[in-house]
């Protein structure tokens, strides 16, 4: 597809799991960004990749929280041994680099309940 | 303080009146100023961008960009039913490509 595609939309699991959550940017997007939205709340910014550098990890809230992108194109954010405090929707978003715009492009997020 | 902030409202404004949305930012250096629109339910869209003081005009969107004052505000003309959604405010701090968003205003157009 054109957008921005994430999975799964809905994921729910018992605290103490692990959660791995996907995101396929726009082709040709080098810029990946994950953001979490909890209930009523703005986005908090989780971690940034741009190409080939180091990413931008400064928003990550605990080191149960990684991200890795392959090939500078699919994104997975991985969440240990889960709590219910991660309960959020988690929003991928790309962009490209350089564009005057510096518009960001958002999947429709994977919701993510921790019972 | 936060890095972006914006009153959560909900702002209501009768159909066909200006709405104005505001924000305020922390880091002195930003260069650029993004307003978000997200529907209930919905991912976050991009309505308006700014990087200059003053203001840039696209259609009923007006966007005022104050960096003396860190000020950042979104207008909407004639406001419509369908402008009822969310509007998220973003800034990108100076020497990096993080987008920090604020919290949303929840605007309100009644019909």
């Known amino acids: 597809g054109a957008g921005v595609s994430q999975s799964p939309s809905n994921k729910v699991t018992e605290k103490g799991k692990d959660v791995e959550l996907r995101c396929d940017p726009i082709?040709?997007?080098?810029?990946l960004y994950w953001y979490r939205q909890s209930l009523g709340q703005g986005l908090e910014f989780l971690i940034y990749?741009?190409?080939?550098?180091?990413?931008?990890k400064s928003g990550l809230p605990s080191d149960r929280f990684s991200a890795e992108r392959t090939g500078g194109s699919v994104s997975t954010l991985t969440i240990q041994r889960t709590q219910q405090e991660d309960s959020a929707v988690y929003l991928c978003?790309?962009?490209?680099?350089?564009?005057?715009?510096?518009?960001?492009?958002f999947g429709e997020g994977s919701r993510l309940t921790v019972l | 303080q936060k890095e972006v902030e914006q009153n959560s409202g909900p702002l209501s404004v009768p159909e066909g009146a200006i709405a104005s949305l505001n924000c305020t930012y922390s880091?002195?250096?930003?260069?650029?100023f993004f307003w978000y629109r997200q529907y209930s339910g919905k991912s976050p869209e991009l309505i308006m961008f700014i990087y200059s003081n003053g203001d840039k005009e696209d259609g009923r969107f007006t966007a005022q960009l104050n960096k003396a004052s860190q000020y950042v505000s979104l207008l909407i003309r004639d406001s419509q039913p369908s402008d009822s959604a969310t509007y998220l405010c973003?800034?990108?701090?100076?020497?990096?490509?993080?987008?920090?968003f604020g919290t949303g205003t929840r605007l309100k157009v009644l019909a």
């Open positions: 990749f741009q190409g080939n550098s180091a990413p931008d």
């Open positions: 082709s040709g997007h080098t810029a």
């Open positions: 978003a790309s962009g490209a680099r350089g564009a005057s715009t510096g518009e960001l492009f």
């Open positions: 880091d002195r250096g930003s260069q650029s």
């Open positions: 973003a800034v990108s701090p100076s020497g990096t490509y993080k987008y920090i």
